[in-house]
């Protein structure tokens, strides 16, 4: 089931931010305290739209996303999701496809024109990439990073 996040989910939700961290590249360059995790957590809870796919009463994966006017035509509002993840041991499920349905319909009834997502180009970002591709998502962009700390 995907459903709205709440405060109840904000523990299973750190343990993915964990998960997620030590998978990355990220964690080479940026790090954050428990306190700054739990702040950030409950932000996005209040102020952006957290999806969760909950999977027997264990929360699997998790899609955060936020509305904004596109800057090149501001007339149109993207959604534009921050944070994708799906618990390893739930990847070969259906967790991760039902959360971007449920983003693409939270988008449509809030009026987005556009949507977009993003992988990680680790192990080549592929199956994602591909999955992204048979839901009808193009490449568009390509993101570049530089730590500076």
């Known amino acids: 089931m995907i459903r709205d996040a709440t405060e109840a989910d904000h523990d299973a939700i750190v343990v993915m931010y964990r998960q997620f961290m030590a998978f990355t590249p990220y964690a080479d360059v940026l ?3 428990d306190e700054e995790i739990s702040a950030t957590i409950r932000h ?3 102020h952006a739209k957290v999806f969760v796919a909950d999977t027997d009463c264990t929360i699997s994966g998790l899609l955060v996303a936020v509305l904004s ?3 090149y035509a501001p007339r149109h509002t993207i959604a534009t999701e921050l944070a994708w993840w799906v618990a390893p041991e739930h990847r070969k499920g ?3 496809i039902r959360l971007i349905q449920a983003f693409e319909q939270w988008a449509k009834d809030s009026g987005a024109s556009m ?3 993003t992988n990680l180009q680790i ?3 592929g199956s994602v990439e591909k999955m992204l591709r048979r839901m ?3 490449m568009t962009e390509q993101a570049h990073t530089k730590g500076l700390i």
């Open 31 to 33: 790090t954050a305290t």
């Open 44 to 46: 996005f809870i209040a």
């Open 69 to 71: 006017p596109a800057w």
């Open 94 to 96: 259906t967790a991760a």
């Open 115 to 117: 949507i977009s997502m």
């Open 123 to 125: 192990n080549d970002g």
């Open 136 to 138: 009808g998502y193009a």
